[in-house]
């Protein structure tokens, strides 16, 4: 599934400038409609304290903000994509991305501890091409998980993605079968990988590496699924059920295991891994 701009947009959260010095500002919820300042909002893990809506979160903050500090070691952070196909316009594309998400890829992997507890841990970022897939981004998952698996490492993974990136073609879809080949190789070794869907996580994103976890956790109401709303009901010509493709519909329907709060998450992450952590 390639990525379409149109399936996913989501209304902006308004704290995409929050690294600012303004940040006295006030914000409104869009949920709610609450004001408040963005430092209490960030303060809070991008989370309000009225109603629970989740803001969006930038990849590196994620690991900042759920791991303990100072802990987090990238790897391959010098990795870049490539216009190998010469498909128009992408050159520019991956450097307004650059720009606006301050990151080389859609996608940041490395170790850190949680509550001293190491893991391999992956993190991918909106703001780089929606988190699309491309042969780079599955070159740094495929190699987090082998690192993992040569070191007896938990992985911990983050996934947020508008899909296979299309200016890549065939290329991006092959990352499925890539990634997937070592989340399996990781498996065999009895190791442990949690996965963490967020808002959104669809495509081949979803169709691979995002739902081979073996425990699944979602942030509330995130949009989960292969192909968006508007084109499954386009494609099967009728209305589709109240919440479909949310965290909620799909824990009911067995595909998610827990849906957490990410005030919630660290410790919901350090739990796990006390379980089924091979460190001792």
Do not use: W
């Amino acid at each position: 599934m390639f990525l379409n701009k149109t399936m996913f947009l989501r209304p902006k959260n308004k704290l995409e400038d929050d690294a600012s010095p303004q940040t006295d500002r006030i914000i409104t919820c869009p949920s709610c409609r609450k004001k408040m300042p963005v430092k209490e909002i960030s303060d809070a893990l991008k989370v309000c304290d009225n109603c629970g809506y989740h803001f969006e979160m930038h990849a590196r903050e994620r690991i900042e903000k759920l791991f303990d500090a100072d802990s987090f070691e990238e790897i391959m952070a010098d990795l870049t994509s490539k216009n190998i196909l010469s498909f128009p316009d992408y050159d520019k594309k991956l450097s307004e991305s650059m720009t606006r998400s301050n990151e080389n890829e859609s996608v940041i992997v490395g170790t850190a501890r949680v509550n001293g507890r190491k893991c391999a841990v992956f993190s991918m970022e909106y703001y780089f091409m929606m988190g699309s897939m491309g042969a780079v981004t599955g070159e740094k998952i495929t190699s987090l998980f082998e690192h993992a698996t040569e070191h007896d490492l938990p992985v911990v993974g983050f996934c947020l993605s508008g899909g296979a990136r299309i200016q890549e073609g065939v290329i991006s879809l092959m990352q499925m079968a890539k990634v997937s080949g070592a989340v399996e190789k990781h498996d065999r070794k009895g190791l442990f990988y949690l996965s963490v869907l967020l808002n959104p996580t669809t495509g081949g994103v979803t169709a691979s590496f995002a739902t081979q976890g073996d425990i699944i956790l979602a942030e509330p109401n995130a949009l989960i699924g292969f192909a968006g709303p508007r084109v499954i009901e386009q494609t099967m010509r009728r209305s589709l059920p109240k919440g479909f493709q949310r965290a909620e519909f799909l824990k009911d329907k067995g595909f998610v295991d827990k849906i957490v709060d990410r005030r919630d998450l660290r410790d919901t992450i350090s739990s796990l891994l006390s379980i089924h952590s091979k460190e001792e």
